[in-house]
């Protein structure tokens, strides 16, 4: 079982940076694979990027290639997400999820744990 807990988010301007914040509970977090999601009003929730068990390896959705990095840090139970460069059309709601796994994952699907979510708003 795991219990993920997301911080960071808020009010931002555009080309402004923020860092997503994920605190799990679990003796076994380092086994899992972690990824983020967001998820927009009246729209789908999208893979934003995810990492695998050991951070060896991430992927990245097309949209914020480049702009975001994912990592975590297996001692302290924690993922990020830090985001630069940001655009109106980053705000959403940002989900942090993990994965039974451990490798990279990118669908909804493939995720068993999910956290409340944090907003992240970006103004123009």
């Known amino acids: 079982q795991v219990q993920l807990v997301e911080s960071g988010g808020g009010l931002v301007q555009a080309g402004d940076s923020l860092r997503l914040s994920c605190a799990a509970s679990?003796?076994?977090?380092?086994?899992?694979?972690m990824g983020w999601f967001r998820q927009a009003p009246g729209k789908e929730r999208d893979f934003v990027a995810s990492i695998n068990w050991s951070g060896g390896s991430t992927s990245y959705a097309d949209s914020v290639k480049g702009r975001f990095t994912i990592s975590r840090d297996n001692a302290k139970n924690m993922v990020y997400l830090q985001m630069n460069s940001l655009k109106p059309e980053d705000t959403a709601v940002y989900y942090c999820a993990a994965s039974r796994s451990g490798t990279n994952a990118l669908w909804v699907y493939e995720y068993d744990y999910w956290g409340q979510g944090t907003q992240v708003t970006v103004s123009s």
């Open positions: 679990g003796r076994t977090f380092w086994n899992y694979a």
